[in-house]
């Protein structure tokens, strides 16, 4: 939000839009009819689309759909050519010049306040303690599983101690040859390959040595690579890098390739979220002169290097000496970390440049490691399937069942994998921000102030609320899980509708002069920032839309098998706000489906596990793409159906109440 002299010339935004669709939709719901429902809601969901594009459409929809006194009271209030929406500041800041940054074009000298929750994008993240014992037992609980599928955790990394000769008049041999006949002898392989930057160090490090040396090498049943030479007196670490490329934040770890151990983790938002929230605008934005770049950079030079600084200089070990490193992440995001052009993946027929590739080292994309270092990618199986679920899959252990299990990844894509032991399914749907705080007016990450779980008291509508970050921590903004919990509460307690309306009055519930409705969760001298934090109806149903598109998923998917929700098993549940959903009220809402408690299982960043465990397995890598090759993938977008089961998923908790029945019993 910047302080400037004059209003801004129309700039159109999410914000814009959302409230043209509220108000259209809410006309529409008074006439009752669905068809137009329908058809609104796809039409300002096509994300190639420029929001300007959408909005255009959506003015042309109103007049030649609705009655003309509707769509000219529309034209009246200004809502189709740009005015702010209300619900972002109040009318006092608005007569003082305040205006919002991202509907503003910059003319002249401005004042720009940056809201407490906008500092928290690329710091103060929440990050997974891996030293607390539920974080460690994940990983290790994926280890026991692992193995005891008869997978064994080793790796082609090993370190060689080797004693050589020192060289006299009388055995002159080259420096290099030494080493190679030394190792030759001592592996028994006929091919030995020496790098340059090996080969740089090598006369010095040998002398220092008095020719007693540690090799980092890798051996495969071909030859043997030498990544690093050491004196033999030295405690040699192999490092590995495991790291998880989500659309909305990046998280890493750095272990140790010999014994498995977690040595450092990292965690921070994609740099490349400037440029778009979701994949759609950010392969658009590649389209663009310099685009692709200009992404890659800012998920490598921005984002993923740093965290290796910072995680190396954590435990003192150089970045040289990681030598493998493994990426987990959806389609499009390995296509931009790999600097390949994505643009193919958004349109028919959705064709990506590859499923799998062991072609990449850190030198080739700029990963500030040891150059030669291999760089496995966990493999996509679709257009908007990727790695992060194969790798997830691996984790979950669906694979290895015989009962039916549903795999559900929360964020900014959600994608689902659905099987046993004998098939497994996959499909994607664009869920958009909202689960990390995106879309929100009061929305953030998981990060200090923020906002994770949430009561209300049904007689007093209070609400009582826990906040991320030490004690005495003031609210500042809503997290996903705490959106949630949030909403469930509204719901449940009879405070919003099942159209996300507000239907009570309190001091906490509140409606402006245009009759939008919100509810104050902190006010202003409660909340640790400069306003209240408070969730609107805008959001409510900008998040209704998100876990809709996660519902309709799964019964889309289950409905081509044949199946029902009553014959699942057992549900897995993945993602960076996983650990903080209260599945209860995920059910409520009619985000999960309506299946015993006992059913869900929290499963943690089942991305980054996967990617740790092929970085550190070479037979579970072997088996990831084993099951990438075995999974079928659906298009969601070419599936007829999936529209009217979008659109019946977006109320709380469904249009067809026989689907949660236990929800309204409650």
Known sequence: ???????????????????????????????????????????L???????????????????THLDREFAEELEKENFLIGKPIPCQYT????????????MSKICADVEVLVPDIASAYKSRMKVADLSSKEEIAIFEK?????????????NSLEVVELQMAEPTLDDTM???????????????????????????????VLRASKFSVKCVVRVTPDDMFVYDIFDAKEDVIMGGLAVDIGTTTVSAVIINMATGEILAKSSSGNGQIRYGADVINRIIETTKPGGIKKLQDAVIKETINPMIHEMCRSIHLPENQIYRMCVASNTTMNHLFAGINADYLRTEPYIPAFFKTNSLFA?????????????IMAPNIGSYVGGDITAGTLVSMIWNRPEFSLFIDLGTNGELVFGNSDFMMSCACSAGPAFEGGDISCGMRATDGAIEACTIDKETMEPTYKVVGDPGTKPVGLCGSGIIDVISELFMTGIINPKGKFVREGKRVRHDHYGMGSYVIAFEEEAG?????????????NFIRAKGAIFSAIRTMLSSLDFDVSMIDDVYVAGGIGSGINMQNAVN???FPDVPLEKFHYIGNSSLTGAYLMLLSTQAEKKTYELAANMTYMELSTVPTYMDEFVGACFIPHTDASMFPNVHQR
Not at 18 to 24: D, E, K, P, Q, V
Not at 54 to 59: D, I, N, P, T, W
Not at 91 to 102: I, N, S, T, V
């Open 1 to 43: 939000m910047g302080k400037v002299k004059e209003p801004a010339a129309t700039y159109y935004s999410r914000p814009m839009l959302n409230a043209l669709r509220n108000h259209i939709k809410d006309r529409i719901e008074q006439m009752d009819d669905a068809v137009l429902l329908s058809k609104i809601s796809s039409m």
């Open 45 to 63: 969901d096509k994300d190639e689309e420029s929001f300007e594009e959408r909005y255009q459409r959506a003015k042309e929809f109103a007049y």
């Open 91 to 102: 009318d006092e800041e608005f007569e003082k010049g305040w205006r919002l940054a991202c």
């Open 142 to 154: 994926a280890k026991n599983q692992v193995e005891e599928t008869g997978i064994q955790l080793r």
């Open 174 to 204: 080259p420096d290099v040859e030494r080493l190679t006949r030394a190792l030759r002898k001592f592996m028994n392989l006929k091919r030995i390959r020496v790098p340059y930057a090996v080969l740089r160090k090598l006369p010095d």
């Open 363 to 375: 030198s080739d994309v700029g990963i500030e490691i040891n150059g030669d270092a291999h760089i």
């Open 529 to 541: 920032s400069v306003k209240d934090v408070e969730i609107t109806e805008v959001d409510i149903d």
């Open 589 to 591: 809402i009619g985000m």
